[in-house]
């Protein structure tokens, strides 16, 4: 029985940037007040977790990565209501608290009652602490959770599948849903063809798009995402040398209705706002651009009626809507098996890093 005793277990830790993940034994705390430990069970790789890898999303060190889970409550802090022992849930790097102005607010998901970077740790490997990404840092065997930042699933549910619903296919498919509001009939491109990007697709074309453009550098991503739902494929390469991307798709394809940006590349958020209709048009920034970047455009794009946009965890209000979207996958309302390329144990996310990296996989999944 471990409950009331520090946990002994292994998790991937990041040391230093640029670097392999070592897998080592950390201590894992009781938790106390709101906070909740968890079994982590299976724990799939986003390309968030690669952004700090290499720096570009800056974050402190040691940290343990991952942020894409399923688990279950293995003991509760004492001010816990909501979970018991064998609850099994997503963690959420979105939290819901319920009672800050954004909670209250219609029309927001941004909870602000907590601040990652604020946050302590519970986890320590010799002696020194060892961060949680996010505030959840699930690619350790247990890690301790907030209450507001956990989430109760159907014990159905394929826990290997639902992790997904705690990042990628959340974010993509609820860009597509609820911020880019995709209607029926409508004509809709998604820039970046990864976890994020095919999840958008699969929203795009649940909501009755008419037409739906996958455009990706790597063409070897468009198999998925026809099986996702795209009705054309296209590879920016294949644009003539002297011509701009935006100019050449509208000249080829005509504008889209919405689009979406699924990387985090400004001059590809560029592109997705030249690529709107103009009137109605709306653009979606759905990629986490790197610390310190820019977007410039032509104030004249909002002049005449385009609006760009973005959101965080597809707009979702986490504890509400997560449940609804774990549902759906069960009925097969939403496919997830496309998007799941790879499976690791722990010892090779390594091997998990490199894959996505040289855009070889969508997700993997990796066994706690
Ligand atoms: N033009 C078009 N496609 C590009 C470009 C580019 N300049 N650069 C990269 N891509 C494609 C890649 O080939 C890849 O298929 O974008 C895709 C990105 O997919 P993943 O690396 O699998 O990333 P994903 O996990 O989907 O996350 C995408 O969303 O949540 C955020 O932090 C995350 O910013 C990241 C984004
Ligand atoms: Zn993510």
Known sequence: ?????????????????????????????????????????????????????????????????????????????????????????????????????????????????????????????????????????????????????????????????????????????????????????????VIGLGGVGLSAIQGAKNAGASAIYAIDINSEKFDSARKMGATHCVNPRDVPKDGKFGSWFIKNFGAVDKSLECIGNVQCMKDAVEIVERGWGRAVMVGIAPDGATLSFNPGHLTIGKTITGSIFGGWKSIDDIPMLVEEMRKGKIEVDPLITHRFDLEKVDEAVELLKNGKSIRSVISL
């Open 1 to 189: 029985d471990t409950v009331g005793k520090v946990i002994r277990c292994r998790a991937a830790i990041l040391w230093e940037l640029k670097s392999k993940m070592k897998i080592e034994e950390i201590e894992v705390a009781v938790p106390v007040k709101d906070q909740i430990r968890v079994k982590i069970i299976y724990n799939a790789l986003c390309h968030s977790d690669l952004h700090v890898i290499d720096g570009s999303l800056k974050t402190r060190l040691p940290i343990i990565l991952g942020h894409e889970a399923t688990g279950i409550v293995e003991s509760v802090g004492d001010e816990v209501k909501a979970f018991k022992t064998g609850d099994v849930v997503i963690p959420l790097y979105q939290p819901q608290c319920r009672k800050c102005a954004a909670c209250q607010h219609g029309d927001t998901n941004l909870c602000t009652s907590l601040s990652f970077s604020n946050e302590g740790s519970h986890f320590t490997c010799r002696g020194k602490q060892v961060f949680p990404f996010m505030g959840l840092g699930t690619f350790s065997e247990y890690a301790v959770i907030r209450e507001h930042m956990l989430v109760k699933i159907d014990p159905r549910a394929p826990l290997d599948k639902a992790c997904l619903a705690g990042c990628g296919l959340a974010t993509g498919y609820g860009a597509a849903v609820n911020t880019a509001q995709i209607r029926r009939g409508e004509r809709v491109a």
